[in-house]
């Protein structure tokens, strides 16, 4: 999903981070399972979605 939304829109930016190779990155923004998704807006936390999401969910949470 996240591969079809990122060529589909140039609004919206996707970072891959893996965990296990990123400690800092996830403790940094709480990541205690996999998968994650952060959803920010100019550097801000919006939205934090846990496990699997439906691509209409995460179409609607980021506005695509």
Known sequence: IIKKLS???KKVRFIKVNV???LETAKKFGVLATPTIIIT??????DVLVGPVPEKVLRE???V
């Open 7 to 9: 060529k589909e829109s």
């Open 41 to 46: 807006n100019d550097g801000k936390v919006e």
């Open 20 to 22: 296990m190779e990123d």
């Open 61 to 63: 949470k980021i506005g």
